[in-house]
C-alpha cells in the first residue's frame, strides 16, 4: 500500500514543481535611464557630473544612473552650459534645443562724434578712446588714452602715434561691407594694414590698436566744414575686450 502511495504522489510532485517553473521570472531591477539632447547650435559634447560621454548634440546618452545628474555641454567659440536633469529610470527624458552663448567679449558703442583737429574747442574734441567709448582732445589731460582721431591735414580718421606728442599706434584696415552688424570677423593684423581712412569712407574699417585688441568701426555720419562749423564724422564701433581676438559674430 505504502509503495502504491509513493508511486501515486510522484506525478503530483511532478505537476507541481512543472507548475511552478511555469511561472513568469522575476524581472531584474533597473536604475538607469536615458537622456536625449539638442542644442543650437549643433556639435556641442555631452558631459554628465563631470564625465565626457564622448557624444555630440543631438544624440541620446544611454544607461545613465537615475537621479538628478549635473550636464554641461561644450562647444569651441561658445560659453559651457550646465543645467540639472532628473534621470528616471527605464525612461528616455528629453532636453533642448539648449540655446548655446558665444564667449565673444564684444563691446558695441553708439556713435560717438569726434571734430577735425583745427579751430575746434575744448568742447568738441578730436580724440576717441575705442576701449571705454570717451571722446577726448588730442590737447587734452586724456590725450595720452587717444587711440585715433581725426584730422583736419586731408581729412582722415587715424592713428593717435600720428599726432605731435602722442604716443598710441592704431592700424587699419578697410572691410568689404558696409553693414557693421554682418558678424564678419577682422584678419589678423599684417604689415600690409595702413594707419588711418578717410572721412567719407563708406566701408566698415578694422582695428588693431595699441593694446593688441581688434574693433570694428563705421563712420556712419558727417557734417560741418564750413565757416563757424568744424568738419565732423559720428562713428560707430565694436570693440573686442579679448586680446588678439579677431571675432566679431
Not at 195 to 201: C, F, P, Q, V
Request: aromatic share 10%; proline share 4%; net charge negative.
Amino acid at each position: 500500500m505504502k509503495k502504491l502511495f509513493f508511486l501515486l504522489l510522484i506525478p503530483i510532485v511532478a505537476l507541481i514543481i512543472s507548475s511552478c517553473s511555469d511561472d513568469d521570472p522575476i524581472s531584474p531591477t533597473t536604475t538607469e535611464g536615458n537622456l536625449y539632447i539638442t542644442s543650437n547650435p549643433a556639435g556641442a559634447q555631452i558631459w554628465i557630473d563631470g564625465v565626457n560621454t564622448s557624444q555630440t548634440t543631438p544624440d541620446t546618452v544611454l544607461d545613465i544612473d537615475e537621479g538628478v545628474r549635473n550636464v554641461t555641454l561644450r562647444l569651441q567659440e561658445y560659453k559651457d552650459t550646465t543645467f540639472s536633469i532628473s534621470i528616471t529610470a527605464n525612461q528616455t527624458s528629453i532636453v533642448g534645443p539648449i540655446v548655446l552663448t558665444s564667449d565673444i567679449a564684444t563691446i558695441l558703442y553708439n556713435p560717438v562724434r569726434i571734430y577735425e583737429t583745427a579751430g575746434t574747442s575744448a568742447n568738441e574734441p578730436s580724440g576717441l578712446d575705442l576701449s571705454s567709448g570717451m571722446a577726448y582732445g588730442v590737447s587734452s589731460a586724456n590725450s595720452g588714452l587717444v587711440d585715433i582721431y581725426y584730422s583736419s591735414n586731408g581729412y582722415l580718421v587715424q592713428s593717435a602715434d600720428l599726432y605731435t606728442g602722442l604716443i598710441r599706434e592704431t592700424d587699419f584696415l578697410v572691410g568689404t561691407g558696409t553693414n557693421l552688424f554682418d558678424g564678419v570677423d577682422s584678419p589678423e593684423r599684417t604689415v600690409a594694414w595702413t594707419t588711418g581712412i578717410g572721412d567719407r569712407e563708406d566701408n566698415y574699417v578694422f582695428l588693431y590698436d595699441h593694446d593688441g585688441h581688434y574693433s570694428k568701426l563705421k563712420i556712419v555720419n558727417w557734417g560741418g566744414g564750413v565757416p563757424g562749423e568744424p568738419a565732423w564724422v559720428d562713428v560707430q564701433w565694436y570693440y573686442n575686450e579679448t586680446v588678439l581676438d579677431v571675432r566679431f559674430k
